[in-house]
C-alpha cells in the first residue's frame, strides 16, 4: 500500500535529529564555516544518537536496522542543521555502511566494531575524480592486479578528511568494472593534500593521488566476490537528494520567516504576491523532491537496481536546492548577500550538489 | 504504514484495467473528435453507459487492501492518458456528484445520484456551474441570483465555462449544480448551491466555446433566467452566516471550497496522464532513433535531449508523488487543503512544460497532427487554468506556509 507516513519509530528519530539539528549542528554553523573547523564536542554527542551504529548488523556491535528510507529522513534532518556538519556527523556510514553490505567477515570483524564503539569512529571514501567530467560510475582511477597484489593509480578529490579515517575506501575502476579498494592513510604512494571548495568550508576533505599504491588482494572490498560499486554510488545520491531538501527547507523556513517580519511599504513583504508566491514555489518544490528522494531511497531497500530512481532525486534535488537557497538570498535582498545570515552559506553549499557524491551513504 | 511506494494489487488491476480502455477505447477516436470539436463522441458515450461503467477492474478479492483515493488518481491518470476531452466527456455526476455527495442529504444524494448507477435508459451527465463572465478565480464575486418564492428558489444569471454543461443541462435525467448569492450583501456567506435538473424551463444552454484544447469537452454557458427550482433542491443550509463554518457546522462557502481539495488531487492525477503521454511517446520516438537516457551518464555524458528527458520523467514523478500523497491523506481523513493544491499547482505546470517540450523535442514530427503529442500540449495546458488556475493554489499555498488569512494574503 502506498503510503507517505514514517512509521512511529522513523517519527521518534525524526524528532530526536530535529532537536540536536537545531539546538546543537545549526547552533554551530555559522562560526564552524568562518573557522574552517569542527568541533570535538559535537561529534562525540552526535555519535551518541548511534545514527550509523544503529544500521550495523548486530554479530558487530550494531543495532540491525538498516534502512535507506531512514538515512534519508537522518540526512534531511542534519542538513537542515548544516551540511557540512551533517557530513561530518554520517561520515562513519561511508566506511561503515560498504563494509558491512559487501565486505568479508574478516573486513567486517575487524572494521566495523569502531563505529559502536564509545568514541566516534569517522570513515571516508573517495569518488570524485579532479576533473569537469568525474563520473562515479567510470572512475579513471585504476586498479591493476599484480600477482597477489593490487595497484592503483590516479587522482581523487572532495575526499571527506577527519583525524582517524583510516583506512578509506577508493573507488577504482578494475578491468570495465569499478570496485573498492581499503587503503592505509600511510600506504606506499598515496599523497593527500588539503582541499578547499566554496561551500563545505567546516569539513576537512582532501584531494589524493594515488601513485602505485600496492595493496594486498585482501584490501579488495568484498575479496573475491567483490562490491556493487552501482549500489554503493546510488546509495550516495539518495544521501545527498535527502540532504539537498534539507539545505532547502532551511534556507526556506529562514526565507519565510524574514519575509513574515521585514516590512516594505506599510506591511510585510510576505503580503506581496511576489514573495510569497515565490515561498509557495519553493515549499511546493522542497516537498517534491522529497518525494523522489524517498521513493529512491524505498527502491534501495527494496533490494533492486535503484540508478534510475536515484539520478531522478538527485537531479530534481540538486536543482531544487540550488534555486531555493538562490530565492532565499533574493528575498533577504540586501541582507541575504551578508554573512550575518546563512542563505547565503546554503547557496555556496546547494552548488555543491553538481559535484558531491557519495558524502554520505543511506 | 510507513512509508511505502509499493501500489496494491487492486491498483495495479485498475491501472491494467483503465490503461486497455485508454488504447482500445480512447486513443482510435482521439484525433476524430479534436477536429470534430462539438460533436458528442456518441461510440465512446454509448459504450461507457452500456458497459463500461458496469466494468470493474480484475484481479482484486473483496477485503483486499486498497490504495483509496489513490486508485482513483491511477483510474484518472489511465484515461487521461488515453485522452483527457473523452474523459470529461463520460457521462457521469463528475463535479456535481461530488458536491451533492459533501454536501446534500442522503435523500439528495438518492434523488440525483442513484439514476447514474441504474441500468438502461440514455447516457446522462452532472455538472458545475460557478464561473461567470465576470467572475472567475474570485467565486466569492458571482452575480448569479437566488431567490425564495413561496416554495421554489429562483435563478437569475449567466454561467461560463460549464464542464459537460451541455450534456447535462440537456440530457434528460442529468442536472447542474448552479451557485448563486442568496443576500450579494453577505458576501461569500451568501453563496449557495443548488441542483438543477436538466430541462429546467428558465436554464438555456446558449453554445460551447472554442477551446485550444480539450475540444471534444463541452464547455457551455447557461443563462438562467426566472429559473424554478424546488426549494428542496438547495445544497446545505438556507442560513446565511457570517460566522465561522468550522464552528456553526454550516459548511457554506466554505464548504463547497472544501470539495475542491478532493477534486484537485484528481484534477492534478489527470494532467499527470495526460503528460506522460506525451513523454510516452516522445521516449518512443527518440528511442527508435537510439536516443535514450542512460540513467547512470555522467552529467557531461549527457547530451541536451537526455537532459531533457530526465527533467521531464523527474518533474512529472514529483507531480505524481506530491498527488498522490494529497490523495491519501484524503483516504485517511486528514486535512488536506495544502497538499491538494500543492500537486494542483506543480501537476499543472508541470505538464504544461513536459507536453511542450515533447513537441520540440520531436521536431516537425511532433508539431504535426499526424501524431496527438502536438494535441497532448493543448489539452495540457487547461490544468494550469481550471479547478484553481496556478496563481489561486500558489495564493492558498503561501496563505498556508505564511499562517495568512485570506484577508492578510489577498
Redesign the interface.
Known amino acids: 500500500?502506498?503510503?507517505?507516513?514514517?512509521?512511529e519509530e522513523?517519527q521518534l528519530i525524526i524528532e530526536t535529529v530535529r532537536g540536536f539539528a537545531r539546538n546543537e549542528v545549526r547552533a554551530a554553523a555559522r562560526e564552524c564555516d568562518e573557522t574552517a573547523k569542527l568541533p570535538d564536542a559535537l561529534l562525540a554527542a552526535a555519535h551518541e544518537l548511534g545514527l550509523v551504529a544503529n544500521a550495523l548488523p548486530e554479530a558487530h556491535g550494531g543495532g540491525g536496522a538498516r534502512s535507506a528510507?531512514t538515512g534519508a529522513l537522518v540526512a534531511e534532518e542534519l542538513a537542515w542543521g548544516d551540511l557540512a556538519l551533517a557530513v561530518a556527523i554520517l561520515s562513519p556510514s561511508l566506511l561503515a555502511l560498504p563494509v558491512a553490505e559487501f565486505g568479508t567477515d574478516e573486513q567486517r570483524s575487524r572494521l566495523l566494531p569502531r563505529f559502536s564503539g564509545p568514541a566516534f569512529a569517522p570513515g571516508s571514501l573517495a569518488v570524485v575524480e579532479p576533473r569537469?567530467?568525474?563520473?562515479?560510475?567510470?572512475p579513471r582511477t585504476r586498479a591493476r592486479r599484480d600477482g597477489d597484489a593490487y595497484v592503483l593509480a590516479g587522482r581523487k578529490c572532495l575526499v571527506p578528511w577527519l583525524d582517524g579515517g583510516d583506512p578509506l575506501l577508493v573507488v577504482a575502476d578494475e578491468g570495465g568494472t569499478a570496485q573498492a579498494f581499503l587503503v592505509p592513510r600511510d600506504a606506499r604512494g598515496l599523497a593527500a593534500a588539503p582541499d578547499r571548495y566554496m561551500g563545505l568550508q567546516a569539513l576537512p576533505t582532501a584531494e589524493l593521488t594515488l601513485d602505485g599504491v600496492r595493496l594486498p588482494a585482501a584490501a579488495r572490498l568484498g575479496g573475491e566476490a567483490g562490491a556493487d560499486v552501482?549500489r554503493i554510488v546510488n546509495q550516495g545520491r539518495v544521501g545527498l537528494a535527502a540532504m539537498a531538501v534539507g539545505v532547502a527547507r532551511a534556507a526556506f523556513e529562514i526565507a519565510?520567516d524574514y519575509?513574515?517580519q521585514r516590512e516594505a511599504f506599510g506591511g510585510p513583504i510576505?503580503?506581496k504576491?511576489a514573495i510569497?508566491?515565490k515561498?509557495?514555489?519553493m515549499?511546493?518544490?522542497i516537498?517534491?523532491?522529497r518525494?523522489?528522494a524517498?521513493?529512491a531511497a524505498?527502491?534501495l531497500d527494496q533490494g533492486g537496481d535503484a540508478?534510475?530512481e536515484a539520478?531522478?532525486a538527485i537531479?530534481?534535488a540538486r536543482q531544487v536546492s540550488l534555486e531555493v537557497a538562490d530565492g532565499a538570498v533574493q528575498v533577504l535582498g540586501g541582507h541575504g548577500y551578508t554573512r550575518e545570515y546563512l542563505p547565503e552559506m546554503h547557496l555556496r553549499n546547494a552548488r555543491g550538489f553538481?559535484v558531491f557524491e557519495a558524502l554520505t551513504l543511506v | 504504514?510507513?512509508?511505502?511506494?509499493?501500489?496494491?494489487p487492486s491498483?495495479l488491476a485498475a491501472r491494467e484495467h483503465y490503461n486497455r480502455i485508454a488504447r482500445e477505447r480512447m486513443r482510435p477516436i482521439s484525433r476524430k473528435y479534436d477536429e470534430l470539436e462539438h460533436e458528442l463522441p456518441v461510440e465512446w458515450v454509448d459504450w461507457y453507459w452500456k458497459e463500461g461503467r458496469f466494468r470493474a477492474p480484475g484481479g482484486a478479492s473483496p477485503g483486499d487492501?486498497?490504495?483509496g483515493m489513490?486508485q482513483v488518481c491511477v483510474q484518472a491518470e489511465e484515461l487521461c492518458w488515453g485522452d483527457a476531452a473523452l474523459y470529461l466527456r463520460m457521462p457521469t455526476p463528475a463535479l456535481g456528484g461530488s458536491a451533492v455527495a459533501a454536501a446534500g442529504t442522503p435523500e439528495q444524494r438518492d434523488r440525483f445520484l442513484s439514476r447514474f448507477r441504474a441500468a438502461g435508459g440514455h447516457p446522462i451527465w452532472g455538472a458545475m456551474a460557478i464561473t461567470e463572465p465576470g467572475a472567475g478565480s474570485d467565486a466569492a464575486a458571482i452575480q448569479t441570483t437566488a431567490e425564495l418564492d413561496g416554495d421554489a428558489w429562483v435563478l437569475n444569471g449567466t454561467k461560463i465555462f460549464c464542464t459537460a454543461g451541455e450534456g447535462a443541462s440537456q440530457a434528460e435525467g442529468g442536472f447542474v449544480v448552479v451557485w448563486a448569492t442568496v443576500d450579494r450583501s453577505a458576501g461569500r456567506a451568501g453563496i449557495k448551491s443548488f441542483v438543477v435538473p436538466a430541462g429546467t424551463p428558465g436554464m438555456r444552454f446558449e453554445g460551447c466555446e472554442k477551446k485550444l484544447g480539450i475540444r471534444a469537452s463541452d464547455t457551455a454557458t447557461l443563462v438562467l433566467e426566472g429559473c424554478r427550482v424546488p426549494r428542496e433542491n438547495l445544497l446545505g443550509s438556507a442560513e446565511v452566516t457570517k460566522r465561522d463554518a468550522r464552528t456553526t457546522g454550516d459548511k457554506g462557502f466554505k464548504g463547497a471550497m472544501a470539495t475542491f481539495d478532493a477534486s484537485r488531487p484528481i484534477v492534478a492525477a489527470m494532467a499527470v496522464g495526460v503528460g506522460r503521454a506525451a513523454l510516452d511517446v516522445a521516449v518512443e520516438e527518440l528511442g527508435r532513433a537510439g536516443v535514450a537516457v542512460r540513467?547512470?551518464?555522467?552529467?557531461?555524458?549527457r547530451s541536451a535531449v537526455e537532459q531533457d528527458l530526465?527533467?521531464m520523467?523527474?518533474?512529472l514523478?514529483?507531480?505524481r508523488?506530491?498527488t498522490?500523497?494529497a490523495a491519501?491523506m484524503l483516504s485517511l481523513g486528514q486535512r488536506n487543503n495544502l497538499?491538494a493544491s500543492?500537486a494542483k499547482?506543480?501537476a499543472g505546470l508541470a505538464v504544461t512544460r513536459i507536453t511542450q517540450k515533447a513537441v520540440e523535442l520531436l521536431g516537425p514530427v511532433g508539431y504535426s497532427r499526424k501524431l496527438l503529442v502536438e494535441k497532448w500540449m493543448r489539452d495540457a495546458k487547461i490544468n494550469d487554468i481550471y479547478e484553481g488556475t496556478q496563481?489561486i493554489n500558489?495564493?492558498i499555498?503561501?496563505?498556508r506556509?505564511?499562517d495568512?488569512s485570506s484577508s492578510?494574503?489577498r
Request: hydrophobic share 50%.
Open positions: 500500500m502506498i503510503d507517505f507516513q514514517p512509521s522513523q528510507v569537469f567530467d568525474s563520473d562515479p560510475f567510470r552501482r519565510r519575509a513574515r510576505a503580503a504576491q510569497a508566491f515561498l509557495a514555489d515549499a511546493i518544490e516537498d517534491g523532491a518525494l523522489l524517498w521513493e524505498w527502491k540508478t534510475r539520478a531522478l537531479d530534481q553538481a | 504504514m510507513p512509508i511505502s511506494f509499493e501500489p496494491t491498483t487492501a486498497t490504495d489513490i540513467w547512470d551518464a555522467g552529467l557531461h555524458a530526465m527533467e520523467h523527474g518533474e514523478q514529483a507531480a508523488l506530491l498522490w500523497r491519501r497538499e500543492m499547482a506543480k496563481q500558489q495564493l499555498v503561501a496563505r506556509i505564511l495568512y492578510m494574503l
